[in-house]
C-alpha cells in the first residue's frame, strides 16, 4: 500500500504540538505492518538540511505561476523517504512555520500552503514516474487542499487513489479573506457553500472536510464532538452530513521517543517494575528548579501551550488551594502573553512550591514527565492529547478534563474500577475551578496512600500505547477506500 503523508510539520525536524508527533510516528508504524509511506513536506530549513541521496522531480508548476523544484531523498533522522518542495523564499523565514517573529501569520499563508496541497494532488497525478501514491493523507488545514486540487485537476490517475483527511485540531482552520481566493487556481464553483467557501471567506479546512473521499480525526470521542453545534466551529453541519465518512482514531505513543526505560533525556531510567529512578528524577527536577527538596510532596506538572484552549486558568485559580496541601507545580510552556505572565508572576510568588519555564524545551518536556506524580491536562476541549499518554508512560498518573481523547485515554479511579483493573488518572466533567479542585483533592487523597498509588501507577505504566493499533485501523480503511474506487 502506497501511502503519500503530506503534512507542514514532522518530529524531531519541525514540531510547534501533536501534529508533528504523529507525522513522525505513523509512516514507521505503517511501514511495520507492511505499508510503503512516503512523506511531502514544505522545505522548512532543517527539513532541506536532513535530506540525503536528493534527486530533483520535474519542476512543479502551480496554476498561479509558483514555480519550484521538488526534490526526493531520504530523511536521516527518520528514515524515511520525502518529497520536499525547494522554496526557500516560501518556507526559509526567521520566525515560525506559520507566524513571523512578531506572532503574526505570514501575508502569503494561503500560498505557502496551498503549494503543500498542490503538490500532493501532483505527485499522485504522476510528478514521480517512479512511485505513485495509492493514498494522499494529509493532515490539517496546512495540508487540506490536496483533496480539492485532486478533486479538481481534470486528468485521471494511471492508478486509482482516494485521498484521507486528518483533523488534529478544528479551531485552527486556515481561513483566509475571499479576495485571495483566485490566487489558488481552483475553479470558481469551489467556492460556495458546497465547497471551501465560509461564511464568505476561504477556509482550507473545509475543503479537506468537503473533498476528501474520507475524514478522520484523532481521537473516537472527538470525532463525536464536532458534530455537536458546541465544539463544531461552525462545521459542525458539514460533519453531520459526513458522519458515515468520518473515523476517530486514536494517537498512540512514539515509543522510540517517549519510553522512561531508555529515554536518553532524563537522569535516570525507570519501568514498571524497577520504579526507584522516578524519585531520583524527581530530586533532580527539584534540585534543578529551586523547588523545596521533598520526595514525598506530590508534584503536578504542566507541559502545553499556553492558550485558551488548555484550560490553564483552572490551574491558575487552583495554586491556592494546591500549595495549602503541600504540593508542588511545574509549568513549561508558552502561547499566550496574559497565561503567560500570570505564571511567572505565581512563581516568582512562590519560588518553592512553583516553578514556571516560558519557551518550548522537548527535553526538558521529558525530565518533567520523568519526575512528576501527576500530568496536568484540564483542555477546555482536547483532540487526542498526547501529555495524557506521556505522562502514563512516564508514571505520572494524568489529571484531565473528560472531552475529546482525554476521555478516550484517562480513566478515574473509584472502588469498582479498582476492582476492574481500569483506573489509570483523575478525571473532572464540569469545566469549572470547583470541579477541577476536587479531582485535585481526589488525587492527593489517592496520593497519600501509597499502596493504591503505587498499583495504579503500575497499571498505568504497563497500558499499551504503542502506535500499532492506530496503524492497523489507518491501513484498514486505506484498504477499504481503495476496494472502492477501483
Ligand atoms: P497540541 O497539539 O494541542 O499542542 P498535544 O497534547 O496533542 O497538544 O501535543 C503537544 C505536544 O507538544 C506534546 O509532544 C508536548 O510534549 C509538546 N509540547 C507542548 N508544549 C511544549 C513546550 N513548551 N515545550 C516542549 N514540548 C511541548
Redesign the pocket.
Known amino acids: 500500500m502506497k501511502v503519500l503523508q503530506v503534512s507542514a510539520e514532522i518530529y524531531p525536524l519541525l514540531?510547534?504540538?501533536?501534529?508533528?508527533?504523529v507525522a513522525g510516528a505513523l509512516p514507521a508504524a505503517l511501514n511495520a505492518r507492511g505499508g510503503e509511506v512516503r512523506v511531502l513536506l514544505p522545505g522548512f530549513a532543517a527539513v532541506l538540511a536532513d535530506l540525503r541521496d536528493v534527486r530533483t522531480l520535474s519542476e512543479l508548476v502551480a496554476p498561479w505561476g509558483e514555480r519550484a523544484p521538488v526534490r526526493c531523498g531520504w530523511l536521516a533522522s527518520l528514515n524515511l523517504t520525502a518529497y520536499v518542495i525547494d522554496a526557500p523564499h516560501l518556507y526559509c523565514r526567521s520566525g515560525g512555520p506559520y507566524e513571523n517573529d512578531q506572532r503574526q501569520p505570514y501575508a502569503d499563508n494561503h500560498l505557502r500552503f496551498a503549494l503543500l496541497g498542490f503538490a500532493a494532488a501532483q505527485l499522485a497525478l504522476g510528478l514521480d514516474g517512479q512511485w505513485q501514491p495509492e493514498i494522499v493523507h494529509s493532515h490539517d488545514w496546512h495540508a487540506a487542499l490536496a483533496p480539492a486540487y485532486l478533486a479538481f485537476s481534470g486528468q485521471r490517475p494511471a492508478a486509482p487513489v482516494a485521498s484521507v483527511y486528518t483533523v488534529?485540531?478544528l479551531a485552527y482552520q486556515g481561513v483566509f479573506a475571499p479576495e485571495l481566493f483566485p490566487d489558488l487556481g481552483l475553479p470558481g464553483s469551489a467556492f460556495s457553500i458546497d465547497g471551501l467557501e465560509f461564511h464568505g471567506q476561504v477556509s482550507f479546512m473545509k475543503a479537506g472536510l468537503f473533498y476528501a473521499d474520507h475524514v478522520t480525526t484523532v481521537s473516537p470521542t472527538y470525532a463525536l464532538e464536532i458534530q455537536t453545534q458546541a465544539q463544531g466551529c461552525g462545521l459542525d453541519g458539514l460533519l453531520r452530513a459526513r458522519a458515515g465518512l468520518l473515523t476517530g482514531i486514536l494517537?498512540g505513543v512514539d515509543e522510540s521517543v517517549w519510553n522512561p526505560q531508555v529515554d536518553p533525556l532524563i537522569p535516570c531510567h525507570f519501568d514498571a517494575e524497577r520504579i526507584g529512578g522516578k524519585a531520583q528524577c524527581k530530586a533532580a527536577l527539584q534540585k534543578e528548579l529551586g523547588l523545596s527538596l521533598q520526595g514525598d510532596a506530590p508534584l503536578f506538572g504542566v507541559?502545553?501551550?499556553l492558550t485558551e484552549?488548555?484550560g490553564l486558568q483552572l490551574v491558575l485559580a487552583a495554586l491556592p488551594a494546591l500549595f495549602a496541601r503541600g504540593a508542588q507545580l511545574v509549568v513549561?510552556?508558552?502561547g499566550e502573553k496574559w497565561l503567560e505572565d500570570a505564571f511567572r508572576e505565581a512563581a516568582s510568588a512562590h519560588p518553592q512550591q512553583l516553578a514556571v519555564r516560558i519557551?518550548?524545551?522537548?527535553h526538558?518536556?521529558h525530565r518533567i514527565f520523568a519526575a512528576t506524580d501527576v500530568t496536568l491536562?484540564p483542555s477546555r476541549f482536547?483532540?487526542?492529547?498526547?501529555?495524557?499518554m506521556?505522562g502514563l508512560k512516564y508514571g505520572s498518573l494524568p489529571l484531565v478534563h473528560s472531552v475529546g481523547g482525554l476521555a478516550d485515554t484517562v480513566l478515574e479511579h473509584d472502588r469498582e474500577d479498582l476492582a476492574d483493573r481500569l483506573a489509570n488518572g483523575f478525571v473532572f466533567h464540569e469545566f469549572t475551578v470547583d470541579a477541577f479542585e476536587r479531582a485535585l483533592c481526589r488525587s492527593l487523597a489517592l496520593y497519600a496512600r501509597s499502596t493504591d498509588w503505587n498499583q495504579i501507577r503500575e497499571r498505568a505504566m504497563r497500558q499499551k500505547l504503542d502506535w500499532d493499533r492506530a496503524a492497523g485501523e489507518y491501513l484498514a480503511l486505506y484498504q477499504r477506500l481503495l476496494a472502492k474506487s477501483v
Open positions: 514540531k510547534t504540538g501533536g501534529l508533528a508527533d488534529h485540531n494517537n507541559v502545553s501551550r484552549q488548555k513549561l510552556g508558552n519557551g518550548y524545551d522537548e526538558f518536556a491536562v482536547e483532540p487526542c492529547g498526547l501529555t495524557q506521556y
